[in-house]
Structure formats: C-alpha cells, structure tokens
C-alpha cells in the first residue's frame, strides 16, 4: 500500500539524485509552460513530502517506515532545486529580452531606411 501511494517519490528522489548544472542547462530555450510545469511538479512533490506521515506501519504492524529522514533530505534539496530553476528562468528571461530589444531595434533601423523607388522598395521587400 505505501509503495503504491508513493510512487511519485521515485520520480522526485531521480531528480534530486540526477541534478546538476547540466541538468540545468538543458533547460535553456525551453517555452515557459514546460518551465511552469517543471516548477509545479517540485511544488507538488514538496507539498507531499511536507504532508507525509513521519511514520507508516503496515497493517499487520509487522513493519513501520520512519518517513522523517526521507523528508529531511528531500525536502531541502527539491527547495535547492526549485530556487536554481527560477534564478536560471529569470536569467533567460532577461537574455531573451535583450535579443529582442535587439532584433526590434534591427527592424525599427531598417523599417526607417525603407527606399522610395518602385525597384528598390520591392528589393527592400524581399530581404
């Protein structure tokens, strides 16, 4: 019963084993909802470790699982994990920016030194 009710921790305890700056590399030039839906799942994975049981004992107490060191080590390290993506989405957001301001600033430039002769304004189309 505890293991199908925590299959989730699996998929949590391979991201926190697997990360590294690599890890976070990868995730340059991702579309914002895969970065929204990364960072929803560590929020959900972290609401549910907070919300366990420090102890689980199996039905015929024949078992009990002290929860409390999975938590402790987990917890932190999703948070640890959960701050680099943000401070990482917030660097690409500002370099993104800028190449946008740039590529804008491009087309203002060339919008402003649009030629008036019918030859010249249907070539100045076609670039």
């Known amino acids: 019963m505890f293991r199908t009710r925590h299959l989730w921790l699996v998929e949590a305890y391979q991201m926190v084993?697997?990360?590294s700056l690599d890890e976070l590399e990868k995730l340059?030039?991702?579309k914002p909802q895969q970065y929204q839906n990364r960072i929803m799942q560590l929020k959900k994975w972290l609401g549910r470790l907070k919300g366990m049981a420090r102890l689980f004992v199996t039905r015929n107490r024949i078992l009990v699982l002290d929860c409390l060191a999975i938590q402790d080590r987990m917890v932190p390290l999703l948070k640890?994990?959960?701050l680099d993506i943000l401070s990482f989405l917030k660097?690409?957001?500002?370099?993104r920016t800028r190449e946008l301001i740039t590529d804008l600033t491009e087309a203002i430039k060339q919008m402003q030194q649009k030629?008036?002769?019918?030859?010249a304004f249907a070539f100045y189309?076609?670039?």
């Open 28 to 30: 340059r030039g991702w």
């Open 91 to 95: 660097l690409e957001c500002e370099n």
């Open 17 to 19: 084993h697997m990360w």
């Open 125 to 127: 189309l076609s670039k």
């Open 80 to 82: 640890s994990i959960k």
């Open 115 to 119: 030629p008036t002769e019918y030859v």
